[in-house]
């Protein structure tokens, strides 16, 4: 079984600072680590996966994210947000044998405001 | 690339109704899922299928419900004698086989059950 936390429901920023949605997951197996952004009535857009390799992986938007197996984290990280990055992000995790199905955490709306 | 689409955007309907969404994946991809969103959390895994074959179901899929993919091209997903407890955006995804290949979302049925 694997579970996600993210332990921010809400995160308000201004505009142009930095932010940092946090993600922490479990499992008994290896993983595979997703984020996926959802705007208003719309269904999830990728904007990064980590799969294997480099811990830090860069994504969309100017998005990145770090994975740190020790911890087991994966947060999201962006240096400076646009107005247009208000939004739900969502962490998810799926694992690296023949399953297919992600396991989404609850999600993060970050809200950036002027 | 087209996209995922999914018909129709909205459906409301009495209790007890039945009800039937469509889901066209991206034309290259075998493997088709079908999650649940209710308010204020991230999607949760229903079912999936590997062409025309449906490879697992979670135990949220009730005897209610039903999900059909069969010519391995587009889904449905049927949900018979509908309930309160049904009400919730209804998100299908594609991917090309792999479980370190992401899934492509498409922007929902929102269902509402008066």
């Known amino acids: 079984a694997q579970s996600v936390t993210q332990l921010d429901s809400q995160v308000p920023v201004f505009e142009e600072a930095p932010v940092e949605l946090r993600c922490n997951y479990s499992s008994s197996v290896s993983v595979y680590l997703f984020w996926y952004v959802q705007y208003p009535n719309q269904g999830l857009q990728l904007l990064l996966k980590y799969l294997s390799g480099s811990t830090l992986v860069k994504g969309i938007n100017g998005f990145e994210a770090e994975f740190n197996k020790s911890q087991t984290s994966f947060h999201l990280r962006k240096p400076s947000v646009h107005i247009s990055d208000t939004a739900e992000y969502f962490c998810?995790?799926?694992?690296?044998?023949?399953?297919?199905?992600?396991?989404f955490g609850t999600g993060t709306r970050l809200q950036v405001t002027l | 690339d087209t996209g995922v689409s999914q018909d129709p955007r909205h459906k409301i309907t009495k209790r007890g109704q039945n009800v039937t969404f469509r889901c066209d994946p991206i034309s290259e991809h075998n493997r088709l899922y079908w999650y649940r969103q209710t308010l204020g959390q991230g999607p949760e895994f229903l079912t999936y299928?590997?062409?025309?074959?449906?490879?697992?179901k979670s135990r949220l899929l009730s005897d209610r419900f039903s999900a059909e993919r069969p010519k391995g091209s587009f889904s449905t997903l049927e949900i018979q004698r509908t309930e309160q407890g049904d009400s919730a955006m209804y998100l299908c995804?594609?991917?090309?086989?792999?479980?370190?290949?992401?899934?492509?979302f498409g922007d929902g049925t929102r269902l509402s059950i008066l």
């Open positions: 998810a995790v799926g694992n690296t044998g023949t399953a297919s199905k992600l396991t």
């Open positions: 995804a594609s991917s090309k086989q792999g479980s370190n290949q992401p899934q492509h």
């Open positions: 299928f590997q062409n025309e074959a449906q490879l697992e």
